[in-house]
């Protein structure tokens, strides 16, 4: 073959460092996610670090973990699901709408009793007892677990029946949350994750309500149907084991 002259010898040099400069982002794709209101916080700095690390976009949607079960049976198209707990997981994978094999717990959840004010919530939660308060705020438990979990604090305290008339319930953990902050509610069961920075709680005063008063929150991520064949649902699945994601789960107090 004979050799090529300098201007296409030129060209070609061109087009091959052309090439090694776009190669990552000439194979970046999206993945659709549905991801539980606790979670809302420490996702979105996870998947600016997975865009930035792998060019992949994560198009995050954030809501009640049984409102995303219902979507997703109805034909919604997301392709990774971080739910709140691990029974809705399991039971998508039971039937047969996700990749088998695909499923593990991303974070274990931590419930906490707060109110923004100050002074309000004491470190063993004794504020439930004293009748102080006109509402309190729980995510509905039919859709969230967080809003289970508060009932089955209440109810191993023996107040689930006394303190009923006053819970005003969120559709999910994200509005629980709202009611609180705004003053609708002087205090509420809410995600850790919400009220937590840098390790501490950013704002008024919690409760944060030992493990053993309800039932582990596990919150398991699980790879859909959809995302089979997709690298970027892929990529962020494994994403999310590694240590950069880890360190965003812990910082927000969930455990592992």
């Not at 061109?14 to 549905?34: K, N």
């Not at 409102?67 to 994978?93: E, R």
Request: charged share 15%.
């Amino acid at each position: 073959m004979a050799p090529l002259n300098p201007i296409l010898r030129s060209l070609a040099a061109a087009g091959l460092a052309c090439a090694a400069f776009i190669g990552p982002q000439a194979h970046a794709g999206e993945v659709a996610v549905a991801v539980a209101a606790n979670f809302t916080a420490p996702m979105q700095k996870i998947a600016a670090a997975f865009e930035q690390d792998t060019g992949h976009k994560a198009q995050l949607s954030f809501g009640a973990t049984g409102k995303f079960y219902a979507q997703i049976v109805n034909g919604a198209p997301f392709q990774v699901f971080l739910a709140a707990d691990d029974a809705t997981p399991a039971k998508l994978d039971g039937e047969g709408r996700t990749v088998a094999g695909s499923r593990f717990t991303y974070a274990v959840g931590q419930l906490v009793l707060w109110s923004p004010q100050a002074h309000y919530v004491d470190a063993q939660g004794q504020v439930l007892k004293t009748g102080s308060f006109k509402h309190l705020s729980v995510a509905n438990p039919k859709l969230a677990p967080y809003g289970a979990a508060a009932l089955q604090v209440l109810d191993k305290q023996g107040l689930a029946a006394t303190l009923q008339p006053r819970i005003v319930t969120g559709e999910n953990i994200a509005q629980t949350y709202q009611f609180v902050a705004s003053g609708n509610a002087q205090l509420g069961f809410v995600a850790l994750s919400q009220v937590m920075e840098d390790g501490k709680i950013a704002k008024g005063s919690a409760w944060i309500v030992p493990a053993a008063l309800h039932e582990p929150i596990r919150q398991d991520a699980v790879l859909l149907a959809p995302g089979k064949d997709s690298a970027a649902a892929t990529a962020l699945m494994q994403y999310l084991r590694g240590d950069k994601a880890r360190a965003v789960i812990h910082a927000y107090g969930y455990g592992f």
